[in-house]
DNA sequence: GTCTATACCCGGATAGAC
DNA sequence: GTCTATCCGGGTATAGAC
């Protein structure tokens, strides 16, 4: 899939993986050069600094998310579908998911410079799930079906476990859209 | 409730908000005696080291976590029950939930200095929601209603809002039990 | 119990040679 | 494109006076 194996590119999978296992604060421009089998200052070649990797980590997978949500402005989409694109998403970006929300060091990095608000993202899929005119505990649903597609998508991979080629088995997919959409329905 | 507001009861207080806030790694020393009105040398006095502070505030909710799952093993708990429960944890320790998994420093300093080896807490959870003879689809949806139980519970604590005396609204409680429990039921 | 001062280390980042 | 060397800041922790 990936044409060739630039350094950059190295770069941004090493640094995805042990983002990843040690979180983004957790590692060092020193454990990835040392990973890369280079010094730090090679790195600084590639890179002008560590969250620049970060960012352009992140820049696909917030372009798909942000997509997604845009598009759904012109033509809502019914909850087994917005939940299976969630659920896809999640399987996608499995590495990214995982730092994203466990890093206030991250969160922070995206509030700060990205287009969007992004911690409104959140909001506006609740939104999308809850229905237009949504009391609290259909907020609550929405909390639960949303809590299900992301969550459960990464337990799920890492019960695959080993090699498993970041494909999310049909069968498991089903299941954890059926468990969501049961969660959403009253 | 607590007695006396002794210097390390404040301390923990001020611990337990900051570390929520920018996580553990991200919280420094500096910051708590700052929010203390104090140096951090005073600091060393009540506590030996930054991971003690944090030991001392996990302490608690760990032990009850335990002593949940150890209760099982003699008279399981009916599903509605558990996830009852796990609700109630995580409303009672809300920060605290926060903080574990979401550094994974943190999740080194548990697995590594606790009695339980403490990665298989969670696994005793979804193996007692998945039953006895599960197959991987009914491991799924244990997940899932886990998921429910922990996410939705902050979530909608957080939705409370500002003064909110970290009590979990029981309508609130209701709305999340039964949505983990219509992600559990097949 | 709290202070000042400081040791020590580690992380991000830069300069400049090769 | 990678190296050596180094700067700087901030973090944990300690020594010792008060």
Chains 1, 2 share one sequence.
Do not use: C, W
Request: glycine content about 4%; charged content about 25%; proline content about 6%.
């Amino acid at each position: 899939m990936s044409p060739a194996s630039s350094t950059k590119e190295r770069i941004l999978g090493i640094a995805r993986d042990l983002f990843a296992r040690q979180g983004y604060t957790g590692t060092s421009i020193a454990d990835i050069a040392r990973e890369l089998g280079t010094t730090t200052a090679a790195l600084y070649y590639h890179f002008p600094s560590k969250a620049d990797i970060l960012r352009a980590l992140l820049a696909d997978p917030m372009a798909a998310y942000t997509r997604l949500l845009d598009g759904m402005r012109d033509t809502p989409l019914p909850p087994e579908e917005l939940l299976g694109a969630l659920i896809d998403l999640a399987a996608e970006s499995r590495e990214l998911a995982v730092i994203i929300d466990r890093d206030p060091a991250v969160l922070k990095l995206i509030t700060d410079q990205l287009p969007q608000p992004s911690e409104q993202l959140n909001e506006q899929v609740i939104a999308a799930l809850a229905g237009p005119d949504a009391d609290h505990l259909a907020t609550i649903r929405a909390h639960a079906a949303y809590s299900v597609t992301k969550n459960v998508t990464l337990a799920a991979m890492s019960l695959g476990a080993p090699g498993a080629d970041n494909k999310l088995d049909p069968a498991d997919r089903a299941e954890i859209l059926h468990a969501a959409l049961r969660a959403l329905d009253q």
